[in-house]
C-alpha cells in the first residue's frame, strides 16, 4: 500500500500545475484580448499587417509578434514602418513580459499610455516618427530596464520628466523635434550609461547642466535648434568619448576653449553654427585628425583660421558668416593645408574677411570636392589654371572679391558644375569659349567685372540653364542667336550696363519660360521685337537705355503676368497703346524720354500716377490730373452731351448693380451663417479664409516653377502665384515649408496661430493656410499671403544683389528710386502702428521676434507691413510699459543677428522691450543707410553706439548721404530742417536701442514722437 504521504504529495503536485497552466492559459488570453484592444484603435491599415490579427491563429503567429519560447507570451511587438494610424491602446500595459515596442515611421496620434509604465520588463521603446501629442508620462520611469528609449519625430510637449532620469540602464535617450520646453534635468548626469542623447529641434530653455560631464560613455550629444543659452560648460570638454556633438542654432556665447580638439581625441563631427559665439577658432583643431565635419557658421569668430593640414579625414567645413581674417595676405593660408584632406566635399568660407591671394594649392583639393565657396571676402590674385582639376565641383561661388586676371579656359573642364558666381570681381578679358562645355550649368553670374568682347555663342550650348548674369560689363558686339536657344531659362537674363549693339534677336520669344529679361543701358536699336508677346511669363522687362525706335508692339498684350515695364531713354514713338490698361499685375510703368504723342490712358497701371513716369514725351496729353499733362485738342474729346447722357446711364447703371451687389452679399453671408464655418479651411476671426488646395496652389504657380520664385528663407521658398476669386485673378505670394527643415513645421503652427486673430493695416495680410498631401504623397504646408509688389524694406535700403543662391535677383523689382525722407519717416510710422497693435490691441498679445528690414514688406502705395511670424510668441496678458519687463514665460526668443536684443545673449526671455530694441535698430539702419552687421562695427562699436555718439558732436556725417541729396548750399534752411528731423528720429532709435530694456521707449510714444516729427517736416 501506498503511505499516506505519497498521496498527499501528488495531490500538491496535481494542484501546482494545475494551478500554473490556469494562470500561463489566463495569461494567454490576457495577451490576446490586450492585442485586439490594440487593433481595435487602428483606424488605417493601408499594407493590412493586421489581418492576421483573430482568433482563428494564435497569437504568437501574428504579423509583428514575438513571443517568448518559455512562457508563450507578447515579447516583441514590432509594428514600424506600417503606416499604421490611430492611437495607441492603454491595454498594451497589461503585457506584462513585454520587452520590445517598436512603432517607428506610423502615423499614430494620441497620447502615450501611462499604463506603459507597468510593463517592468520593457526595455526598448521606439515611437519615433508618428503625431503623437502631450506629454512624456512620468510613469514610463517605472520601466527600469529600459535601454533604448525613443520618441522623437512627434509633437509631444511639457517638460522633460525628472523621473526619467532614474533610468539609470538608459543607453539612448531620443526625443528630437518636438516641442518640449522648460529646463534639461541636472539629474541627466545620473544616467552613467548613456551613449546617445538627442534633444534637438525643441523649445527647451536655460543653459545645458554642467553634470553632464559625468557622462563617462557619451558618444553622442545633440542640443541643436532650442533656445538654450549662456556659455558651454567646461565639462563637456571632458567627455573623451564623444564622437558627435551638436549645438546648432541656439543662443549659446562665449569663446570656445583653446584646448578643445585636444580634449576631444574622438569627435567627428561638430556643429555649433547659428549662435554667438566669438573669440578665434581653436588652434587644436589642427590636431583633429578624427574630424569628419567642423560646422561654425553664421558666428561672430575672428581672427586667423588655423592650419588644418592633419584633418586628413575632412569631409565638410563651414565657417561661412563670421568676422574671420582681417584682411591680410596671410589670411588664406590655411586654404593650402587641406590639400592633405583627401575626401574633401565642402569647403563654405563666405562672408569673412578673409584677405590674401587665391593659392594655387587649390587646385590640388581632393577631385571629390563638390562646393567651394569663398564668396563676399577680400581675397585677391587671379584664378589658378589648374582649378579645372577640381572635376568633382558642382558649386563654385567666388562672388563679391577683388579676384583679377582674366577667367581660365580650364573652367570648361568642370563639366559637373551646376552653379559659377563669379560677378562682382575685377575680371578681364573674354568670356572663354569653353564655358559651353558646362552643359549642367543651371546658374551663371558674372555681372560686375570688366569683361571684354563678345557673348561666345557657345552659350548657346548650356541647355539646363535658369539663370544669366552678364550686367555691368564692357561686352560689345550683338546679342548672339545663340542666346534665344536657352529654351529653359528662367528666373533671370540679365545683359545691362554693357556695350551690346544692333537688334534684339526675334527668336527671344523662344523664351517661354522668362521671368525677368534685362537689357538696359546698351546702345541696341531696331525696333522691339513682337516676337517678346511669346515670352508669356515675363514679369519683369527692363530695355531703357537703347535706341529702340518704333511702337511698342501689340503682342506684348499677352504679357498677363507684367509686372514692371521700363522702356525708358530710347527713341520710340507713336499712341500710348491702350492694352497696357488691361494688364492687371503691371505695377510700375516707365516710358519717359521717348516722343510718345497722344492721349494717356486713365485705367489699369495709369490710376496711380506715383508709379507712371512719362517725363521727357512732349506731345502727351489728357491722362490723370495727378500727371500734370496739358489737356488734349478739343476734337480728340467727345461731345459733352453724349458725354452726360453716358455719365446718367453709368450713375444709373451703377446704382442698379450696387444694389444686386449687396443683395448678393447678403444671400450669401446668410447662406454661410446657416451652414457654419467650412472645416476645410482655417477660419480668421472677420471670416473664414480663402479656401486654397495643394492642387489650387500648384496651378496658381505653375507647378512651383522657379520663374515664379520671389525668395527663400530659411523654412522654405516663396512663390508668385495667380489664383481666380470671384471671376477676377487675384496676385498672391505663396510661401510653402520645407518640412525637412528643422523648425519649418514649428514656425508654420506658430505663423498659424499669430495670424489667425489679427488683422491690421500694416500687417501683412495672410489670405489662408493650406495643410494636405502633396502629389508624391509627402506632408505640404503652405501660407498664402497678400502679394507685396514693392518688396521689402531691405531691398530699397541696400538694394544689394544676393542672386538665385539665396533667393533674389539682382533689380528683380525694376530699377530702384532712392526712398526720400518722407517716405523712410511713413514706413517707420507705419511699422510702429503695427508694433502698437501686436503689444496693445490684439486679443492675445503678440511678441514678433524678429523685426528686421526684410520683413517689412511695401505694398503698391508703399504703406508698410510686417510680416514673418514664425517666431511670433503669443502672451498671455495684456503688455505694459517696456518697463514692466513683461516676458513671454515659456520660451526664449532667437532672431536675427543685429537685431536680437542684447538681454537674450544673457538669458533673457521674450518681451515686447525686445522688439522695441529691434524696431530701434531698424530705424537707425533707415536713416544712417548702414546695417547693424556692417563689417565697421565690432565688439566695441554698434550701431547703437555709433549714432549716440554723433548725436553730441554732429550727426551729418552718419545720414545716409541720399537723404541730403539736392539740398543745396542756397536751400541751407531747408537743409537746417530736415537735419533736425533726422536729429530728432535718432534720438528716438537711440531710445528705443537702449541697452537697457526698462531705459527703451514704449511704442505708443514712439509713435507719437514720429508723428511730431513728420507734421514739423511736412
Known amino acids: 500500500m501506498s503511505s499516506p504521504s505519497f498521496h498527499a504529495i501528488s495531490l500538491l503536485l496535481f494542484i501546482f500545475f494545475g494551478m500554473a497552466e490556469y494562470c500561463w492559459m489566463s495569461g494567454n488570453k490576457t495577451d490576446m484580448l490586450s492585442l485586439l484592444e490594440f487593433k481595435s484603435l487602428i483606424r488605417d491599415d493601408p499594407f493590412g499587417v493586421l489581418t492576421s490579427w483573430n482568433e482563428s491563429v494564435h497569437f504568437c503567429r501574428w504579423h509583428g509578434i514575438t513571443c517568448s519560447r518559455r512562457h508563450q507570451r507578447v515579447a516583441i511587438l514590432d509594428l514600424h514602418s506600417y503606416k499604421l494610424s490611430g492611437s495607441i491602446s492603454p491595454h498594451l500595459g497589461n503585457l506584462s513580459f513585454l520587452r520590445e515596442i517598436n512603432f517607428l515611421e506610423n502615423e499614430l496620434n494620441g497620447e502615450i499610455p501611462p499604463q506603459i509604465g507597468y510593463l517592468k520588463r520593457l526595455e526598448t521603446l521606439q515611437m519615433s516618427n508618428n503625431s503623437l501629442t502631450g506629454s512624456i508620462p512620468v510613469s514610463l520611469s517605472n520601466c527600469s530596464y529600459l535601454t533604448n528609449f525613443s520618441l522623437s519625430y512627434n509633437q509631444l510637449s511639457g517638460e522633460i520628466p525628472v523621473e526619467l532620469t532614474s533610468l539609470t540602464k538608459l543607453r539612448n535617450l531620443h526625443v528630437k523635434n518636438n516641442y518640449l520646453t522648460g529646463l534639461i534635468p541636472a539629474s541627466v548626469g545620473n544616467l552613467s550609461y548613456l551613449e546617445s542623447l538627442s534633444l534637438t529641434e525643441n523649445a527647451l530653455l536655460g543653459s545645458l547642466p554642467r553634470t553632464l560631464g559625468w557622462l563617462k560613455n557619451i558618444r553622442r550629444l545633440e542640443f541643436s535648434v532650442n533656445y538654450l543659452s549662456g556659455s558651454l560648460p567646461p565639462s563637456i570638454f571632458n567627455l573623451s568619448t564623444l564622437t558627435f556633438l551638436f549645438f546648432m542654432e541656439n543662443n549659446f556665447q562665449g569663446s570656445l576653449p583653446p584646448h578643445l580638439f585636444n580634449a576631444l581625441p574622438n569627435i567627428q563631427h561638430i556643429s555649433f553654427g547659428y ?32 592650419s588644418m593640414g592633419n584633418l586628413n579625414r575632412l569631409w565638410r567645413l563651414y565657417i561661412w558668416g563670421n568676422n574671420l581674417g582681417r584682411g591680410k595676405a596671410s589670411d588664406v593660408s590655411f586654404l593650402s593645408s587641406l590639400v592633405n584632406a583627401t575626401r574633401l566635399e565642402v569647403v563654405d568660407i563666405a562672408e569673412n574677411y578673409i584677405g590674401g591671394r587665391l593659392p594655387q594649392m587649390i587646385c590640388n583639393f581632393s577631385t571629390s570636392l563638390s562646393d567651394f565657396s569663398l564668396g563676399h571676402n577680400q581675397i585677391s590674385g587671379s584664378i589658378p589654371p589648374g582649378l579645372g582639376h577640381l572635376v568633382g565641383l558642382r558649386l563654385l561661388d567666388m562672388q563679391d572679391n577683388q579676384i583679377s586676371g582674366a577667367i581660365p579656359p580650364s573652367i570648361g573642364k568642370l563639366q559637373k558644375l551646376v552653379q559659377l558666381y563669379l560677378d562682382r570681381n575685377r575680371l578681364t578679358g573674354s568670356i572663354p569659349l569653353s564655358i559651353g562645355n558646362l552643359t549642367q550649368l543651371s546658374v551663371f553670374s558674372l555681372g560686375g567685372n570688366f569683361l571684354q568682347e563678345r557673348i561666345p555663342p557657345s552659350l548657346g550650348r548650356l541647355q539646363a540653364l535658369i539663370y544669366l548674369d552678364l550686367k555691368r560689363n564692357n561686352l560689345a558686339g550683338s546679342i548672339p542667336e545663340e542666346v534665344s536657344s536657352l529654351t529653359v531659362i528662367s528666373t533671370n537674363l540679365d545683359l545691362s550696363h554693357n556695350k551690346l549693339v544692333g537688334p534684339l534677336p526675334t527668336g527671344i520669344g523662344n523664351l517661354k519660360n522668362l521671368g525677368r529679361l534685362d537689357v538696359s543701358d546698351n546702345m541696341l536699336s531696331g525696333e522691339i521685337p513682337s516676337s517678346l508677346g511669346s515670352c508669356v511669363r515675363l514679369e519683369a522687362l527692363y530695355m531703357a537705355g537703347n535706341k529702340f525706335h518704333g511702337g511698342i508692339p501689340s503682342t506684348l498684350s499677352s504679357l498677363k503676368g507684367l509686372q514692371e515695364l521700363n522702356l525708358s531713354r530710347n527713341l520710340l514713338s507713336g499712341q500710348i497703346p491702350t492694352f497696357l490698361e488691361s494688364l492687371k499685375v503691371l505695377q510700375i510703368l516707365d516710358l519717359s524720354y521717348n516722343n510718345f504723342n497722344g492721349v494717356v490712358p486713365v485705367n ?9 513716369f512719362l517725363l521727357g514725351n512732349d506731345n502727351l496729353c489728357g491722362g490723370r490730373i495727378e500727371l500734370r499733362l496739358p489737356d488734349c485738342p478739343l476734337h480728340s474729346k467727345r461731345p459733352k452731351t453724349k458725354s452726360r447722357v453716358k455719365i446718367v446711364i453709368l450713375i444709373v447703371s451703377s446704382v442698379v448693380g450696387a444694389s444686386l451687389l449687396a443683395l448678393l452679399v447678403f444671400l450669401t453671408l446668410l447662406k454661410r451663417k446657416r451652414r457654419g464655418p467650412s472645416s476645410t479651411g482655417l477660419v480668421h476671426e472677420h471670416g473664414p479664409f480663402l479656401s486654397v488646395s495643394y492642387h489650387s496652389l500648384l496651378k ?9 520664385l520671389i525668395g527663400i528663407g530659411a523654412f522654405g521658398r516663396v512663390y508668385r502665384g495667380i489664383i481666380s476669386e470671384d471671376e477676377e485673378e487675384k496676385i498672391i505670394a505663396v510661401k510653402v515649408l520645407n518640412l525637412l527643415v528643422p523648425g519649418a513645421e514649428k514656425s508654420f503652427l506658430a505663423e498659424c496661430e499669430a495670424l489667425r486673430n489679427i488683422r491690421h493695416r500694416n500687417l501683412v495680410k495672410v489670405l489662408t493656410a493650406c495643410s494636405g498631401i502633396d502629389s508624391n504623397r509627402n506632408d505640404f504646408k503652405a501660407l498664402v499671403y497678400e502679394f507685396m509688389p514693392n518688396g521689402s524694406l531691405e531691398d530699397w535700403l541696400h538694394q544689394t544683389c544676393h542672386g538665385v543662391r539665396e533667393g533674389e535677383d539682382d533689380g528683380a523689382r525694376g530699377i530702384r528710386k532712392s526712398l526720400s525722407l518722407l517716405e523712410r519717416l511713413n ?20 511678441i514678433h521676434r524678429d523685426l528686421k528690414p526684410s520683413n517689412i514688406l511695401l505694398d503698391a502705395e508703399m504703406v508698410a507691413h510686417v510680416g514673418d511670424f514664425g517666431l511670433a510668441r503669443l502672451i498671455p496678458e495684456p503688455v505694459g510699459q517696456p518697463s514692466a519687463n513683461h516676458t513671454c514665460t515659456t520660451t526664449e526668443v ?5 537685431y536680437v536684443a542684447p538681454e537674450y545673449g544673457m538669458g533673457g526671455k521674450a518681451s515686447a522691450a525686445g522688439d522695441i530694441y529691434s524696431y530701434g535698430i531698424v530705424l537707425l539702419e533707415m536713416f544712417t543707410g548702414k546695417r547693424p552687421t556692417d563689417q565697421m562695427f565690432d565688439e566695441e562699436l554698434n550701431l547703437h553706439k555709433f549714432v549716440k555718439k554723433s548725436l553730441s558732436c554732429g550727426v551729418e556725417e552718419i545720414i545716409d548721404p541720399v537723404l541730403l541729396q539736392g539740398n543745396k548750399a542756397s ?11 533726422l536729429v530728432s528720429v535718432f534720438q528716438v532709435g537711440v531710445a528705443c536701442s537702449s541697452g537697457q530694456p526698462k531705459e527703451r521707449l514704449c511704442v505708443r510714444e514712439v509713435v507719437n514722437e514720429l508723428n511730431s516729427i513728420r507734421k514739423r517736416l511736412v
Not at 700 to 708: L, P, R
Open 604 to 612: 489699369g497701371v495709369f490710376k496711380n500716377s506715383s508709379h507712371v
Open 827 to 846: 514706413i517707420a510710422i507705419d511699422t510702429a502702428w503695427a508694433v502698437e497693435y501686436l503689444h496693445h490691441n490684439c486679443e492675445t498679445p503678440i
Open 700 to 708: 496658381a504657380t505653375d507647378g512651383f516653377s522657379e520663374a515664379n
Open 971 to 981: 536751400a541751407r534752411s531747408g537743409r537746417d530742417k530736415v537735419i533736425n528731423c
Open 894 to 898: 532667437k532672431g536675427s543677428a543685429g
Open 275 to 306: 549662435n554667438f559665439f566669438w573669440g578665434s577658432i581653436p588652434i587644436s583643431i589642427s590636431n583633429a585628425s578624427t574630424l569628419l565635419s567642423f560646422q561654425a557658421q553664421h558666428n561672430l569668430l575672428s581672427g586667423r583660421v588655423p
